[in-house]
């Protein structure tokens, strides 16, 4: 299966709100509520910041949100912070076979 | 606190086999419902998800890579061990471990990666 797939790159002014958007198929994206999504600053480690497309775990801020619709989910960073900028990437778990896919990634810049 | 450290060469020439692996601490794959993955990264390029083991369900593979990957575990050593056949210049990218549970659908937290250059 092809990666989920997600815009090359959004940008957003300081304290201004930006959505990604993460669209699959009704093999993935659709049928399950497993989304998740990773922040990656350049050079760095994946981070976590949501699970089971709206959870957030300890530790990341609430202006982090996700949200699904249909075959496609949604990331919104609220209050942008230049600390925002970074690449974002959203997972999918897909099912027995293919289990899990990741989108192409999105680089978030912050003007 | 869990931590996970990949580890194994920086440079493998083409149609050799990698072995990478990935000490862990902070939980044991003797638990029921553990598990670690292991996720690439080409240089610029999106993440994609290799293999998972866990501590009492078996391994899980990218279909499209099945034949190639095999993962094991040394519950001893609380490491886990990803080999790769056959590599090519296009295998080139940063190899992480991260921790899993068994029954969630995310990864977290993830090792520092390793970069792993194929090349002649």
């Known amino acids: 299966q092809s990666a989920l797939t997600q815009p090359r790159s959004v940008s957003g002014s300081p304290g201004q709100s930006v959505t990604i958007s993460c669209t699959g198929t009704s093999s993935n994206v659709g049928v399950y509520n497993y989304v998740s999504w990773y922040q990656q600053h350049p050079g760095k480690t994946p981070k976590l910041i949501i699970y089971d497309v709206t959870k957030r775990p300890s530790g990341v801020p609430d202006r982090f949100s996700g949200s699904k619709s249909g075959n496609t989910a949604s990331l919104t960073i609220s209050g942008l912070q230049a600390e925002d900028e970074a690449d974002y990437y959203c997972?999918?778990?897909?099912?027995?076979?293919?289990?899990?896919?990741f989108g192409g990634g999105t680089k978030l810049t912050v003007l | 606190q869990i931590t996970l450290k990949e580890s194994g060469p920086t440079l493998v020439k083409p149609t050799q086999t990698l072995t990478l692996t990935c000490t862990f601490s902070?939980?044991?794959?003797?638990?029921?419902?553990?598990?670690v993955a292991w996720i690439r990264q080409p240089p610029g390029k999106a993440l994609e998800w290799l293999a998972l083991?866990?501590?009492?369900?078996?391994?899980r593979y990218n279909p499209s890579l099945k034949t190639r990957l095999t993962i094991s575990k040394d519950t001893s050593k609380n490491q886990v061990v990803l080999t790769m056949t056959t590599m090519d210049p296009v295998d080139t990218a940063t190899y992480y471990c991260?921790?899993?549970?068994?029954?969630?659908?995310?990864?977290?937290?993830w090792g520092q990666g390793t970069l792993v250059t194929v090349s002649s």
């Open positions: 991260a921790h899993h549970v068994q029954f969630s659908n995310w990864f977290d937290p």
């Open positions: 902070g939980f044991s794959l003797t638990t029921d419902t553990m598990g």
């Open positions: 083991i866990y501590s009492t369900d078996g391994e």
């Open positions: 997972c999918s778990y897909a099912g027995t076979y293919t289990h899990w896919l």
